[in-house]
T-cell receptor, first 114, second 118 residues
Framework: NAGVTQTPKFQVLKTGQSMTLQCAQD?????MSWYRQDPGMGLRLIHY???????DQGEVPNGYNVSRSTTEDFPLRLLSAAPSQTSVYFC?????????????FGPGTRLTVT | AQKITQTQPGMFVQEKEAVTLDCTYD???????LFWYKQPSSGEMIFLIY??????QNATEGRYSLNFQKARKSANLVISASQLGDSAMYFC???????????????FGTGTRLTIIP
C-alpha cells in the first residue's frame, strides 16, 4: 500500500513550457485534489475530482488542467508555465462518509518556473 | 465565503505540556467541517483530525482533540503531553456545505509554527 505518490519531486521549467505532474493513489478513494502551497501560506485548492470522469475547479484553477480517467490517477497539467506558478504542489486523496473522514497527501512537487 | 484565522504565528511549549492552537472561522453555511493538519519541516502534509458542525461531541484522535465551540466559531486544536516530534507547522482548515459530499473545497488558515522545547 503506497498511499499517494507524486512525481516528480522537483522540477525546473522555463516560462512557456508545459508539463504534467503525476499523482496516483492505491486506496480506491473517490476524491482527489490538487493544492498549491506558497511561502508563508496554507494550501489553496487548484482542482478536485469526486470520481473517475468528474472534475471541478477549486480556488486557483487558471493555468492548470486536470483529468480523471481512472480512480487511481489524477494528473495536473501546466499549460504554459509562468513564474507565478512557482510553488509546492500537493496531491491528496480522501475518503468521506457521514461522520468519518480520511485524507492522505503525496510528498509534494517543488516547481520552479524561471 | 469562508475564512479561517490563526492568530498565533509561532508558539514555544515545554515538552510534556499540553498545547492549544487557536483557530477561528467564519462561514454562512449551516453545515461545514473543520480540519487540522500538521506539516513537519520535511514538508509533508499530514491530516490530523476532523469535526463536523453537527457533531455534538468534540473529535479526538489519540493525543489530538478539537475543542469545538460553535457559538464562538472556534475550533482549537489541543495536543496533550507534547513531544519533540510535535514540532511542526499546524494548519486549520474548513469545508463548507458538507451535506454535499462532492464538495472538496477546503479553505486553509496561514498556520501556526509550534516548537517543543526539551
Amino acid at each position: 500500500n503506497a498511499g499517494v505518490t507524486q512525481t516528480p519531486k522537483f522540477q525546473v521549467l522555463k516560462t512557456g513550457q508545459s508539463m504534467t505532474l503525476q499523482c496516483a493513489q492505491d486506496m480506491n478513494h473517490e476524491y482527489m485534489s490538487w493544492y498549491r502551497q506558497d511561502p508563508g501560506m496554507g494550501l489553496r485548492l487548484i482542482h478536485y475530482s469526486v470520481g473517475a470522469g468528474i472534475t471541478d475547479q477549486g480556488e486557483v484553477p487558471n493555468g492548470y488542467n486536470v483529468s480523471r480517467s481512472t480512480t487511481e490517477d489524477f494528473p495536473l497539467r501546466l499549460l504554459s508555465a509562468a513564474p507565478s506558478q512557482t510553488s509546492v504542489y500537493f496531491c491528496a486523496s480522501s475518503y468521506w462518509t457521514s461522520g468519518s473522514y480520511e485524507q492522505y497527501f503525496g510528498p509534494g512537487t517543488r516547481l520552479t518556473v524561471t | 465565503a469562508q475564512k479561517i484565522t490563526q492568530t498565533q504565528p509561532g508558539m514555544f511549549v515545554q515538552e510534556k505540556e499540553a498545547v492549544t492552537l487557536d483557530c477561528t472561522y467564519d462561514t454562512s453555511d449551516q453545515s461545514y467541517g473543520l480540519f487540522w493538519y500538521k506539516q513537519p519541516s520535511s514538508g509533508e502534509m499530514i491530516f490530523l483530525i476532523y469535526q463536523g458542525s453537527y457533531d455534538e461531541q468534540n473529535a479526538t484522535e489519540g493525543r489530538y482533540s478539537l475543542n469545538f465551540q460553535k457559538a464562538r466559531k472556534s475550533a482549537n486544536l489541543v495536543i496533550s503531553a507534547s513531544q519533540l516530534g510535535d514540532s511542526a507547522m499546524y494548519f486549520c482548515a474548513m469545508r463548507g456545505s458538507i451535506s454535499n459530499f462532492g464538495n472538496e473545497k477546503l479553505t486553509f488558515g496561514t498556520g501556526t509554527r509550534l516548537t517543543i522545547i526539551p
